[in-house]
């Protein structure tokens, strides 16, 4: 498919990537769905983070309080965020996973489309699934836990393309929508002041500030203050419980630097946090400062995806996040022929590092091994260091303009797409009977596990069952641990 950069119309060769198993996107698709039916049918998909914002849509129609720092999985986001996962509240949870899975598998393919569309297709073929196989293992941690990172990337995606395209109402009501849905892209603020794209900033504050005051509607003005002051407070009680700058598993760069170079037995731990600081502030400090000295007629997407690279490097650290250097690799592969010789190892260095963990083939010692030593963090700073020769430099490559997000798909893909939520509805109610005595939780470590023949989870001790993880016989099923009330039915006042 092609797209024409003055019209946005799509070549109708290729309309859809549902007409070709070998296109990237329908690769992904086939691999979601068959992992899917195995997941559901081992009754083994939790989806523990779409849960949360599940209960705290459910608890924001009812007033009730959003924030319980008690909670092992606490909702810690802007109380605005779970407006857009009401219409979830249509469905029980269990039940409700099958939009949620497919929401998430459609996000994903339609950033693969987007990326298509700037690249002229030209990362097809053997090269684009080598690309998705670097990614394969945090993909199915995504949708196993249900997260929402992918609709978020895609967001900020079309907000560059608005930017660019001077379409800054758009862009803006994009990037407000994903600050109060997970506000780690604050980054982008902070290039857009730079370059002077200061419309767009208008137009993001503006729809910002109206989606704050959206949780009036069930609140009221002194309910919604006091969900605000939740907030804040659920934000700075998780900072204090940030991993340690000498923590295994830190996957942030400056946590790299300390146990890596064996500083981290040398120095305190404030010491630590002030270097740490420092060199955080470099990594975001000199791409700013290097934008800066270009013109204004810089390509904003070029920019962006270097940008959006920099929120793992510095932290949050969690490998989810990783997925943010996702655009900037590949179109640093699409331009890999007129890359210098070190950006290409960066490149290749990156990708086989972010790829490298996989549990299924290197067994649990060697891989709790790898992600201690945070080697993904390893492969996203590779790749964050490629975005000087991607962004900065000129390429004979440019960048193609997508058709727009309602043509990403056509009519016969939203039919499509109608039939297959139908068809995953069935089995799921099936193994959910089937399944509904056979799955347990550990309301300790909160490890899933299977009884019966085929799937061994639970062992016991003396006749009781106990978690094959932490060896607590504190376990429910899980069917009784989806009914619990996992927040307080405190309401906040209202006027």
């Not at 691999?31 to 924001?60: E, S, W």
């Not at 803006?172 to 604050?186: E, I, N, Q, T």
């Not at 980054?187 to 794209?197: E, N, Q, S, Y």
């Not at 990403?408 to 499509?416: A, K, Q």
Request: aromatic share 16%.
């Amino acid at each position: 498919m092609k797209s024409n950069p003055c019209d946005g119309s799509i070549s109708s060769s290729e309309g859809s990537f549902w007409n070709s198993i070998k296109s990237l996107e329908g690769l992904f698709i086939i691999c979601g769905m068959i992992l899917f039916l195995v997941k559901v049918y081992q009754n083994r998909f939790p989806m523990t983070d779409f849960k949360v914002y599940y209960d705290a849509a459910r608890h924001f129609l009812n007033s009730d309080n959003l924030y319980n720092p008690s909670l092992f999985y606490r909702f810690k986001y802007p109380p605005c965020s779970p407006a857009f996962f009401t219409p979830f509240l249509l469905l029980p949870f269990w039940l409700t996973k099958v939009p949620a899975f497919l929401t998430i598998l459609i996000s994903f393919a339609l950033i693969l489309r987007t990326l298509s569309y700037w690249t002229n297709q030209e990362t097809r073929g053997w090269l684009g699934v080598v690309f998705l196989m670097a990614w394969a293992g945090l993909v199915q941690f995504e949708i196993h836990l249900g997260q929402v990172t992918f609709f978020e990337l895609l967001l900020l995606l079309w907000m560059f393309e608005y930017i660019e395209t001077e379409q800054n109402w758009k862009a803006g009501l994009l990037y407000a929508v994903s600050l109060h849905l997970k506000p780690f892209g604050w980054t982008i603020a902070l290039w857009g002041a730079v370059r002077g794209k200061y419309r767009f900033l208008m137009h993001s504050a503006i729809f910002f500030v109206i989606l704050c005051f959206v949780p009036m509607l069930f609140y009221g003005f002194s309910g919604t203050i006091s969900l605000w002051q939740g907030f804040f407070t659920e934000m700075m009680d998780l900072e204090k419980q940030n991993l340690s700058l000498f923590a295994l598993g830190n996957n942030s760069i400056s946590s790299i630097f300390f146990r890596w170079t064996g500083l981290s037995g040398m120095l305190s731990e404030s010491n630590a946090k002030y270097i740490g600081s420092l060199i955080n502030l470099a990594v975001l400090i000199i791409p700013l400062m290097l934008l800066f000295k270009k013109d204004n007629s810089g390509n904003a997407r070029l920019e962006g995806i270097w940008i959006l690279a920099i929120i793992p490097v510095i932290g949050p650290s969690d490998q989810k996040y990783f997925f943010l250097t996702l655009p900037l690799a590949w179109v640093a592969i699409n331009r890999f022929r007129e890359l210098p010789r070190s950006a290409k190892i960066l490149i290749v260095l990156g990708l086989t590092c972010i790829g490298f963990n996989i549990y299924d083939l290197w067994g649990k010692k060697i891989s709790h091994w790898l992600t201690d030593i945070s080697i993904t963090g390893v492969g996203g700073f590779f790749i964050y260091l490629s975005g000087y020769y991607t962004s900065l430099k000129e390429s004979e490559k440019k960048l193609s303009y997508a058709p727009g997000i309602v043509n990403l798909f056509n009519i016969r893909e939203i039919r499509i797409f109608a039939i297959v939520i139908f068809l995953f509805l069935v089995p799921t109610i099936y193994f959910k009977a089937i399944n509904r005595n056979s799955g347990f939780i550990c309301l300790k470590c909160h490890e899933i596990m299977i009884q019966g023949n085929r799937h061994h989870g639970i062992k016991s001790l003396e006749g009781r069952p106990i978690c094959k993880s932490c060896g607590s016989a504190n376990i429910i099923s899980l069917d009784e641990y989806e009914k619990m009330n996992d927040l307080s039915s405190k309401t906040v006042p209202a006027l």
